[in-house]
């Protein structure tokens, strides 16, 4: 696997990811429940952000895009993401310990000591992080979860995630 910086990403290539993951997204790991809406949120929130990744396999296939900017205290604070299949048409992928030194090695690369972001609580991005977590998959860090804030005017909670780097 490869990560790399991209200026801006393009109407086809953010379409080739969204197909493979716009069922978690809409009214999971983003509370809207209205497909274009939703799409059109990620969508424009991905190009205005400073910092955008592209990671491809080794099939040189792009099958994650993060999105995001880097704090005060240089975490990679992650607002958006999209994560598409493999040539495989797998998503396997995202629970290797290959995927995420890769993202670790990025981040190292340009200065950032840390993966963060708000999430939505309970959600799949948020329960996929906590797996990462658990499973021991992000090389080199320390996983924490703070913040932990409901929003009862929207009907959800977030958190902050964070693995931060070690050495």
């Not at 069922?23 to 190009?47: L, R, W, Y």
């Not at 607002?79 to 310990?97: A, E, I, M, Q, R």
């Not at 090695?105 to 992080?129: C, F, I, P, R």
């Not at 929207?154 to 050495?167: K, Q, R, S, W």
């Amino acid at each position: 696997m490869q990560a790399r910086s991209v200026i801006n990403y393009t109407e086809e290539q953010l379409d080739a990811l969204w197909s493979d993951c716009s069922s978690q997204i809409v009214g999971g790991t983003m509370p809207h429940t209205e497909h274009d809406h939703c799409k059109s949120e990620v969508f424009n929130s991905m190009n205005q952000q400073p910092i955008k990744l592209a990671v491809a396999d080794d099939d040189n296939k792009d099958i994650s895009y993060l999105t995001g900017y880097k704090t005060d205290d240089y975490h990679f604070y992650v607002v958006s993401g999209l994560h598409g299949n493999d040539t495989s048409g797998s998503k396997g992928w995202l629970y290797t310990t290959q995927y995420w030194s890769t993202i670790r090695q990025w981040l190292v690369d340009n200065n950032m000591t840390a993966y963060a972001g708000e999430m939505l609580k309970d959600e799949s991005a948020y329960n996929h992080l906590i797996k990462i977590s658990d499973l021991g998959l992000y090389p080199n860090a320390t996983f924490s979860v703070s913040n932990i804030t409901e929003r009862p005017a929207v009907g959800f909670t977030t958190a902050d995630i964070c693995f931060l780097h070690t050495e």
